[in-house]
């Protein structure tokens, strides 16, 4: 059994035997040594490579907190849950039965709108959606803060792009759920502002295996470019499928396939994909947050400073920042209120923006571009 295994079993052991039970009248969550935090996301499936490196991550750094003396003298206590995250009723029995103080980082559009649910039924602050759709940010939630961009702002500096090399000719293949609805949305904004057109338009359930089909219509629509929104091994056996039908056209994909693991999924036709960032590069070195990551995992069993894990590390620092600032004394309202003092804040190479009436905290969006080896290169 690897670490991440242990560590998730112990932490359901301890649940189960109540030993972060808080004194009558204490803020749910919150005992005299610890505070509970729950977080939902696949850690294996099409989508797991970017959940266990994220997870990895957390693990690494709220373990280094706690060994610090915690925030406040309390210990910070991670409940996640392995699961493709789908119905209300799902996480209504989690937080029943873990009682968490907040929500935090969970998986993927479907999973976090069903967080974003509950946490305004409740009144939970919701910390990091692990999506960039656009209902996180618009209408206004006074409970839910974003650390990352949407995903319309992603596609958009990607088409930006394209037009920029004169690659005006642009197919999309989406899978067809909220989230690659919503990118859907961003990529047709995106065509009108850069003044590019749309040759093909191909849409696939989650489940999906064989993308023949799709590869071979875009064979016939050659396309310049091509973007692709779906989970990281969706994505990676439709550009494979793609490139064995022959279509030379530049691939891109959004910053929720920017694992290693995606580009492992890739193999030898990593070379070329576009995959759009949300937060600085971690390999380069060149910010506090980089080089902090990359201390931190460096002797971490199933560590791996990646993107992935660099919005992990950053979501990490900006809810451990937020627990300070709300005192030893702590409320969600006051968490809440700690949270959006945070304007302008430098968080290490990212500027965290909140307000009591903005929860979008970042717009930073880059392109990086996998090599042959599977590195990510701006």
Known sequence: MNALARWLRTGLCMLSLGMLAGPAGAEQGVAPDAIVISRVIALDGPAGAKGREQEAALQAYFGAVNAAGGVHGRRIVLRTTNADLRSTEVLRSLHDSQRPFALFLFGGTAGSAVAMALATELRIPFVAPNSGAHAFHEPFNRYVFNVRARYRDEVAAAIRHFALVNQRRVALVHVDDPFGRDAAEGYREGLRAAGASSVHEGRFAADQVDFSAHAWALAAARPQAVVCIGASRRVADLIVAARRAGVAATFMTLSNNSSAGFARELG????????????????????PLSRE?????????????????????????????????AG????????????????????????????????SGSAYVDLSILTEDGRYRR
Request: charged share 20%.
């Open 268 to 287: 030898s036709h990593a070379r070329g994909v576009i995959v759009s960032q949300v937060m600085p590069p971690p390999a380069t070195q060149t910010t």
């Open 293 to 325: 990551v990359t201390r931190l995992l460096a002797g971490a069993q199933d560590g791996e400073a990646s993107y992935a894990a660099m919005e992990a590390y950053a979501s990490a620092k900006l809810l451990v920042e937020g627990l300070r600032r």
């Open 328 to 359: 030893p004394n702590l409320t969600r309202e006051g968490f809440v209120q700690a949270l959006q003092s945070l304007q302008r804040f430098d968080l290490g190479g990212l500027e965290i923006d909140f307000s009591p009436k903005k929860r």
